[in-house]
Structure formats: structure tokens, C-alpha cells
């Protein structure tokens, strides 16, 4: 993973990319995670707003996206 800090009012987030997508740019997202929420954003146009989720929410997206992994 690779991250970047980046200030977010008082708190600096740290923004990290999969390992997955390599270095030849294509669809990504970039996560940061806070206290009580993770911040999702798009890795090619770092200038757009950031999404937020709360933390219970991503591990459960996280969850149900590894498993769907496994069945392609």
C-alpha cells in the first residue's frame, strides 16, 4: 500500500491505494481511515470530495465484497 497525508480540517488523514492496482493508474479508490469513519475517494482525481462511511458499515462492505471475491 502506498499513503498520502493529507490535511483534512485539525486532523490529517493518511490515504492509502490496494496493492491491487499497480501503477498503471485504471479504476481505484483511495481509503483514509479516522476515528469512527473511513474516507473513500478517487485515486485519478484526487481534487474531488471524498466520501465518507462509518466504520462498522466499511468493515461490513469489506466483508461482503471479499466474499463475492471468491465466488468469480
Not at 490515504?15 to 501503477?23: A, D, L, T
Not at 483511495?30 to 473513500?40: I, K, P
Request: aromatic content about 10%; overall charge neutral.
Amino acid at each position: 500500500m502506498t499513503s498520502e497525508p493529507t490535511s483534512r480540517g485539525l486532523n490529517p488523514l493518511s490515504w492509502f491505494k490496494s496493492s491491487y492496482s499497480g501503477s498503471g493508474g485504471g479504476d481505484c479508490v483511495e481509503v483514509a481511515a479516522a476515528f469512527v469513519t473511513v474516507h473513500v475517494r478517487d485515486s485519478k482525481d484526487r481534487a474531488l470530495p471524498s466520501i465518507s462511511v462509518g466504520a462498522t458499515q466499511w468493515a461490513a462492505f469489506v466483508g461482503f465484497a471479499a466474499g463475492r471475491a471468491t465466488e468469480l
